[in-house]
């Protein structure tokens, strides 16, 4: 999902983070090397990616909790995935303020590693797949994970890339046709499937027979959910995707179906709607929430040297103006 389009980037670029992101990359900045690996204590791993680990970490400075996600250099090239990293970066310093993207406050570099120091969201993450939806300690949504988001598709661009989990893909990204914003509102379509039915639409255990589905079965809705969800499931899931919700007025379609009748928009973005579920959350370092599975793992020690500017990833560093 591209969570500029999801959640209106207009919103969220702020002058402060506008100013924050030109600070990002003054020279001065590069040579200070002002946060590295050392200025962390390493607690936990949280969570695993493809790159690396996520690990809860303290920082030396303030005291505070952070969630570093550390990926590994030599695998980022193995995969040439180098762009996906950049532009998960370029959009978390893009989308800084806003309420329920996962804040970033800094990145840095070691010599092998990239990472990216985020909020710790300590309320675990919603459901069994869409790990990507973490919650807060209050139970507000924190989205996590941009890195195979495309920058940039604005009005109606289209792009041709394949990326994403396949459960998620709409028919003509699977197909490898030319594709724009509306393939964000499938995902959520297939999103709040999984959330209201259990399972993403279109589901098999067998891939092939599942993507073969996503693209050529007709939806079916089974009893259980209300004819509102239905609706807007159905409108959300359309395969042809000049006819599916959102492919003439994007955001605006959304707000105004009947599914979202009772929620005050600008009471929502400003957190003022309390939230259905609250974690239980002892603290800023709870870790309850977390799979055992994760926090197991032993910690991985940093003993490679600081790179303030790498040579394969040289604006990957970052310092947030307000997270001293
Ligand atoms: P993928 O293999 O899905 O591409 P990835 O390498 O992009 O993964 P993430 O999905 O960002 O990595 O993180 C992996 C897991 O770590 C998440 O599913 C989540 O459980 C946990 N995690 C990530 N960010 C945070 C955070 N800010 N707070 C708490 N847990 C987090």
Redesign the pocket.
């Known amino acids: 999902m591209d969570p500029e389009c999801f959640l209106r980037p207009e919103v969220s670029l702020s002058d402060e983070s506008a100013a924050a992101a030109r600070f990002t990359n003054t020279a001065q900045d590069r040579q200070n090397c002002r946060v590295s690996a050392a200025d962390f204590d390493y607690l936990k791993v949280?969570?695993?990616?493809?790159?690396g680990e996520?690990l809860l970490a303290k920082y030396k400075e303030n005291n505070r909790y952070y969630?570093i996600?550390v990926l590994k250099k030599r695998i980022i090239l193995k995969k040439e995935a180098e762009g996906n990293v950049m532009c998960e970066r370029n959009v978390l310093v893009k989308t800084l303020n806003h309420p329920f993207l996962?804040r970033l406050h800094f990145s840095f570099q070691t010599k092998e590693r990239l990472c990216l120091v985020?909020?710790?969201?300590s309320g675990g993450?919603v459901d069994l797949k869409p790990?990507?939806i973490?919650l807060n300690s209050e139970g507000h949504v924190?989205l996590?994970?941009f890195?195979l988001c495309k920058e940039g598709i604005v009005g109606r661009a289209t792009t041709k890339t394949f990326c994403g989990t396949p459960e998620y893909l709409a028919p003509e990204v699977l197909q490898q046709q030319e594709y724009d914003r509306t393939v964000d509102w499938w995902g959520l379509g297939a999103v709040l499937h999984e959330m209201l039915y259990g399972l993403p639409p279109f589901y098999s255990a067998d891939r092939i027979k599942m993507l073969g589905n996503i693209i050529y079965q007709p939806l079916v809705l089974e009893a259980g959910v209300s004819k509102t969800g239905k609706d807007f499931l159905k409108r959300l899931l359309n395969k042809d995707r000049s006819k599916r919700l959102g492919a003439k007025h994007d955001m605006d379609e959304i707000k105004r179906h009947a599914f979202f009748s009772s929620i005050h928009w600008d009471d929502l973005v400003a957190k003022k709607i309390p939230p259905p579920f609250v974690p239980t959350v002892t603290g800023p370092d709870d870790l309850t929430n977390i799979n055992p599975a994760f926090t197991r793992l032993p910690v991985p020690e940093f003993t490679d040297v600081c790179e303030e500017a790498g040579l394969t990833f040289p604006d990957f560093s970052y310092i947030s103006a307000t997270s001293y």
């Not at 949280?46 to 790159?51: D, E, L, N, R, V």
């Not at 985020?118 to 969201?121: G, I």
């Open positions: 949280i969570g695993t990616g493809s790159f996520v969630a996600k996962v985020l909020d710790y969201a993450e790990e990507n973490l924190v996590t994970d890195g």
